[in-house]
């Protein structure tokens, strides 16, 4: 036994496999782990092995997962803790050291990806010499450092722009984007692809045979001299200021500025990388957005459990209805659609057919999607269907009829859902027979846009049937956040403030593109007088009621276009024109916002949040921040509303709301429950 298979012989989370003809395997399958991760332990294994196989290297040494992926990337749980920019960089650059162990080998290094390779496990690949992709639909390689608000820190930030050049490597980084074995290895960050099942083989082959190493091409070297390097990162910061704003996401222009200095090459841009990770880690964003990863974590796992459905039955065709139907399709559920006449059906089709040719390219994918999805007019998949999901029109009587004629046809063990936006479910089941069977499943629009269903539930209602709709929320690839029944549940209830003082600003005459410049300021992804276009002037009416007393107390430029029909996005007029799928907004030049408009704006949400807190609607305060950033898009950078109120701080945010009060009306005054934040 050579010195370096005895050290790893007490590995619990490598193995090192040597064949008679010298290649060594050198095979992570983190122990306790459904996916490999880079944390600390493992990378102290790694570490004690590289160091042995520095001193005793094999003829070639192939780096390859025991599981179903190669590497996920790094542990987030080390994230976290962290009390100085100076300990996250030490913890950084050890990270850096032990990763250039395994690229200064004096042996043929080969990384044989067989699954995802992911941020840190996309730079251990980068670290050998040669990369071979299973070619396989499985298999995704990508940065997604930046939605944890940092930029790759293993040496991925070198690596990376020496393989594929400036342009690919920087988009790949500042973007977090997956792409497929083609793509990388058109980008040169693969050097081959292998069928899933020769991808040993392969790997095996190109260790004993190794090719020429490949160099950066002449138009590579080019863009990265130091004189176009400026010029195009320019360009750079142009384009990631469309989508971030650097006071908010700091990480892709510190990504930008190592690159614009470095160029990708030299000892002191690793040394550079490490530290500018260690700053962003510690930073409020970069803090905020691991926290916002641990909660879409929890709302994963609460869907866990439960019986897959097979069939779903909607029953409403409309903009709601018909997009639940598609994107249940599109997750491998046969679908049935079901309204009153097949010209209602039809659009819904329709969009749903445009939708599959942009989601599968491929002919075959698509129409196997489409066979799924069937009209279904009489309702006959009713009594096939393990779940019916109501979503017509808002009106309790209506539906309470259609759960009269549902019921009776439905499977014993099937669920019956309703996609109500804001009646409570305590009325709609009032005439069912076992009223307990009722959830809420409230989708949000765009549905395949937006992460977030509300599994709403009753003090009665049977636990198995809120399990089944968590559960059901999963195989859909959604997040779920169980709510009880309340008017406007969570989203809406903490949006409906927030959009009604956004009408009333409007009603004062502050331009519609100003109010949502403000809340766009704040870190919104988009204002609230669009954001009321995009959710239907319809829908903000219906919920609205809960907030505006009696039809008197609607401001008339709400009215108004409720009265014209003019529902927003979807009737191509609301608030705005829309053309193009946009809003067409116009300029307000020489006019500024208000002072306090922000807070306007914000801080009834906030203080909603307060409000569903204190009645317990939800479970907790973090389910509260997980729900508004998945369902409302409250900006992630900030954590949630009320982790936004914890760091601006609870006497502040108290004492702002009651100075808007004197100023503007008891709708200010502050809830009572804002002690459980202290």
Same mark, same amino acid.
């Given at each position: ?33 459904? !996916? ?41 749980? /080390? ?28 042996? !043929?290094?080969? #990384? #044989? ?13 980068? #670290?050998?010499? =040669? ?21 790759? /820190?293993?040496?991925?930030?070198? $690596? ?41 083989? !392969? ?73 500018? *990770? ?13 926290? +916002? ?26 903009? *709601? ?29 329709? $969009? ?7 989601? =599968? ?17 009489? /309702? ?18 209506? &539906? ?9 046809? *439905? ?86 403030? =927030? ?36 959710? /239907? ?5 219906? +919920? ?21 029909? &003019? ?11 829309? @053309? ?17 408009? @922000? ?6 949400? !906030? ?72």
């Amino acid at each position: 036994m050579t010195e370096a298979m005895a050290t790893a012989s007490g590995a619990a989370h490598w193995r090192l496999e040597t064949e008679a003809n010298g290649i060594a395997w050198l095979i992570i399958d983190k122990a306790n782990a459904a !996916v490999n991760s880079l944390s600390r332990e493992v990378m102290e294994e790694l570490d004690a092995i590289l160091t042995a196989l520095s001193r005793t290297p094999p003829k070639a040494l192939i780096v390859t997962s025991a599981k179903g992926g190669f590497i996920a990337g790094a542990d987030i749980k /080390g994230f976290v803790g962290i009390d100085s920019p100076d300990a996250a960089y030490r913890m950084i650059r050890q990270g850096q050291q032990v990763v250039d162990k395994l690229a200064n080998l004096r042996c !043929v290094t080969v #990384a #044989a990806i067989n699954g995802f390779a992911l941020g840190g496990g996309l730079e251990v690949a980068l #670290a050998c010499r =040669y990369r071979v992709a299973a070619d396989d639909a499985s298999v995704t390689l990508g940065f997604p450092e930046v939605q944890l608000g940092v930029h790759p /820190g293993l040496g991925g930030t070198v $690596r990376a722009v020496q393989l594929a050049g400036p342009i690919a490597a920087m988009d790949l980084m500042l973007t977090g984007r997956h792409i497929r074995p083609k793509q990388a290895l058109q980008m040169g960050l693969v050097d081959k692809l292998a069928p899933a099942a020769q991808l040993r083989d !392969v790997a095996r082959s190109m260790a004993l045979s190794p090719p020429p190493v490949k160099t950066m091409s002449l138009k590579h070297r080019l863009l990265n001299l130091g004189l176009v390097r400026p010029i195009l990162a320019g360009q750079m910061r142009s384009q990631v200021a469309k989508r971030a704003r650097p006071e908010h996401y700091p990480a892709p222009y510190k990504l930008i500025e190592l690159w614009q200095e470095y160029g990708g090459s030299g000892e002191r841009a690793y040394e550079a990388e490490a530290r500018s *990770m260690g700053n962003l880690l510690c930073t409020p964003t970069s803090r905020n957005l691991v926290r +916002v990863f641990f909660l879409q974590e929890r709302l994963k796992s609460a869907g866990k459990s439960g019986e897959p459905m097979k069939h779903v039955h909607v029953v409403g065709a409309g903009v *709601m209805g018909g997009d639940i139907a598609a994107w249940c399709a599109a997750r491998g559920l046969t679908v049935t659609l079901q309204d009153r006449e097949e010209k209602y059906v039809a659009p819904a089709m329709e $969009r749903a057919r445009k939708f599959f040719e942009k989601r =599968y390219p491929d002919e075959a994918k698509r129409n196997d999607v489409l066979a799924r999805l069937k009209a279904d007019v009489p /309702g006959a998949g009713v009594p096939q269907a393990d779940l019916v999901i109501e979503a017509i029109y808002e009106n309790l009587q209506a &539906k309470q009829e259609l759960y009269a004629r549902l019921e009776p046809q *439905m499977k014993p063990n099937a669920v019956l859902a309703t996609n109500t936006s804001s009646i409570v479910l305590e009325q709609l089941a009032e005439k069912l027979t076992q009223p307990q069977r009722l959830i809420g499943l409230h989708f949000f629009n765009p549905v395949a846009r937006m992460p977030l269903v509300e599994v709403i539930h009753a003090a009665d209602t049977d636990p198995k049937e809120i399990q089944a709709g968590l559960a059901f929320a999963r195989q859909i690839d959604k997040l779920a956040i169980p709510c009880h029944s309340a008017p406007g549940f969570l989203v809406n209830r903490v949006l409906m403030p =927030y959009l009604s003082e956004a009408v009333r600003a409007a009603q004062e005459g502050i331009p519609l593109a100003l109010i949502d410049r403000a809340a766009e300021d704040f870190g919104m992804p988009m204002g609230p007088i669009e954001l009321a276009d995009v959710v /239907g002037l319809d829908v903000v009416m219906s +919920v609205g009621k809960v907030f505006f007393e009696t039809g008197a107390d609607v401001p008339p430029v709400l009215a108004t276009r409720f009265s014209a029909k &003019k529902f927003g996005k979807k009737t191509g007029e609301g608030f705005y024109v829309w @053309q193009n799928d946009k809003p067409v907004k116009p300029p307000y030049t020489g006019q500024s916002a208000p002072d306090d408009l @922000q807070d306007r704006l914000l801080l009834p949400l !906030v203080n909603e949040a307060v409000a569903v807190l204190r009645q317990g609607i939800v479970e907790d305060a973090d389910l509260i921040d997980a729900g508004v950033i998945f369902g409302a898009g409250f900006a992630p950078f900030r954590g949630g509303p009320l982790q936004y109120a914890r760091a601006r701080g609870v006497d502040a945010i108290v004492a702002r709301l009651q100075e808007l009060q004197t100023v503007h009306g008891d709708r200010f005054a502050p809830d009572e429950g804002w002690d459980l934040l202290r």
